[in-house]
């Protein structure tokens, strides 16, 4: 089983859907989740950390099920530019402390 | 630009040459991450260093590869006697501190190797 699994993807949806990423990790002992965010032949860049709580920044929500060791990304009213791959990122333990460790990343294709 | 700077941009190499990469982390960063990268598929964490100091190297391959963050000067991701295989993007990034709760990472725009 990978540490990190994503939805294989990609997600083609017009502009103003709504399109939720899903992402679970092995590790129970995972200590703090992000998502990123990749364009094409670009650098990850984060988007937004995840809580416990839950949070929103704008039209991105997130949300981590620490139970079912499963984390989420909702994007609102979609936008030809949230077209890229956004990816599950999670800091779990490792020799020497922790080591972060990436999804494969879920492709967005939001089309006009 | 105070962010990360890694160099080439884009590197060819033979089949059985060396190919060095570097990364110099952002101002004020002393923790350095190489994550591979090959087409289509996600990043692949490979070693995680601080100055003079590898702290993780699990995600290494055994042979040929090989990784320094010396006292002065960026960090270097070596890999000796590349085969095609090797072709990937290589991103470094860079942390204020160990990876821990706060956890971003801050990416440089990433080597692209390419061996013939």
């Known amino acids: 089983r990978k540490e990190v699994e994503q939805d294989p993807g990609p997600f083609n949806v017009p502009e103003g859907a709504t399109v939720a990423f899903n992402c679970t990790y092995s590790n129970s002992a995972s200590q703090s989740f992000f998502w990123y965010r990749q364009d094409c032949r670009k650098e990850p860049k984060l988007l937004m950390s995840?809580?416990?709580s839950g949070n929103e920044d704008g039209r991105f929500t997130a949300q981590l099920n620490r139970a079912s060791q499963y984390i989420s990304l909702l994007i609102r009213d979609s936008k030809l530019s949230d077209s890229a791959t956004y990816l599950c990122v999670v800091n779990a333990g490792g020799t020497g402390g922790f080591k972060t460790i990436f999804g494969a990343g879920t492709r967005l294709f939001v089309k006009a | 630009n105070a962010g990360v700077m890694q160099n080439p941009r884009h590197l060819v190499r033979r089949r059985g040459q060396e190919a060095r990469l570097r990364c110099s982390p952002m101002?004020?960063?002393?923790?350095v991450y190489w994550y591979r990268q090959l087409p289509e598929e996600g990043l692949k964490f490979m070693v995680y260093?601080?100055?003079?100091?590898?702290?993780?190297e699990s995600g290494m391959p055994k042979e040929r590869f090989s990784a320094e963050f010396p006292k002065e000067g960026p960090s270097i991701l070596r890999i000796q006697q590349v085969v095609r295989g090797d072709s990937a993007a290589y991103f470094c990034?860079?942390?204020?501190?160990?990876?821990?709760?706060?956890?971003?990472?801050?990416f440089g725009e990433g080597s692209r190797l390419t061996v013939l």
């Open positions: 990034a860079s942390s204020p501190k160990g990876q821990g709760l706060s956890g971003e990472l801050f």
């Open positions: 101002k004020g960063h002393s923790h």
């Open positions: 995840v809580y416990s």
């Open positions: 260093l601080q100055k003079e100091n590898i702290i993780d």
